[in-house]
């Protein structure tokens, strides 16, 4: 079972940056895949990114130049850094654990918003 919390959320500005923590409790966290995926108002979630065990990241075409996910094993903990922000990017961020990527995430979390004004 692992139990999965994100932070770092809140109101920014055009322009700014944000870094999204996903903080893990349970077994194994370095055994498991964290991907983050956004939901904005009225539409569906989308994938983010993904950094897999060993640190090996893929990130959604579009974003790629500004958002970097990275995480840190000994802390049990996922990042997601954003950067130049924009009101497109206001969403619910949410991290998700999967053991196996290609059959699924097996946890999430509550998400945490991110709000984006111009």
């Known amino acids: 079972q692992v139990q999965l919390e994100e932070s770092g959320g809140g109101l920014v500005r055009t322009g700014d940056s944000l870094r999204l923590s996903c903080a893990a409790s349970?077994?194994?966290?370095?055994?498991?895949?964290v991907g983050w995926f956004r939901q904005a108002p009225g539409k569906v979630r989308e994938f983010v990114g993904v950094v897999h065990s060993g640190g090996r990241t893929a990130m959604e075409y579009s974003l790629k130049d500004r958002f970097t996910i990275s995480r840190d094993d000994a802390k049990n903990t996922a990042f997601l850094q954003m950067n130049n922000l924009s009101p497109e990017d206001t969403a619910v961020y949410y991290c998700?654990?999967?053991?196996?990527?290609?059959?699924?995430?097996?946890?999430w979390g509550r998400g945490t918003q991110v709000t984006v004004s111009s």
């Open positions: 998700a654990a999967a053991m196996a990527v290609i059959r699924g995430y097996d946890y």
């Open positions: 349970g077994r194994a966290f370095s055994s498991y895949s």
